[in-house]
């Protein structure tokens, strides 16, 4: 069964830490691209940030740039997001999704194959 776990979402401070976790099982995921998307209530699912497989080059949204980090483990099947300096406006349910055929539309929701649940993070003071 494909499965696509994310955690390590929570409540922070602005200006605070948080690194999110993708775990993946019933699939190759080191012959996966992953890529991170957050979505707000009433808003759209938005692409963040994407590391493709082999090369393990990355991605970013301009609002990320800087800020944010992907990287992966495929020896553990997970990836990461690690986001620092965090603002209110990136309040969101964080998800990770899989794609096997990597292409430059990283950002589209429809280009992923396997979704996780997400993971809520709220910036706040």
């Known amino acids: 069964q494909v499965q696509l776990v994310e955690s390590g979402g929570g409540l922070v401070q602005p200006g605070g830490s948080l690194r999110l976790s993708c775990e993946a099982s019933g699939f190759s995921f080191e012959h996966y691209s992953i890529g991170w998307f957050r979505q707000t209530p009433g808003g759209e699912r938005e692409g963040i940030s994407c590391i493709s497989r082999g090369d393990y080059s990355t991605y970013y949204e301009d609002f990320v740039k800087g800020r944010f980090t992907i990287s992966r483990d495929d020896a553990k099947k997970t990836a990461y997001l690690q986001m620092n300096s965090l603002k209110p406006e990136d309040t969101a349910v964080y998800y990770c999704?899989?794609?096997?055929?990597?292409?430059?539309?990283?950002?589209?929701?429809?280009?992923?194959?396997?979704w996780g649940r997400g993971t809520q993070v709220t910036v706040s003071s």
């Open positions: 999704a899989a794609v096997e055929d990597f292409h430059s539309a990283w950002k589209l929701p429809t280009s992923y194959d396997y």
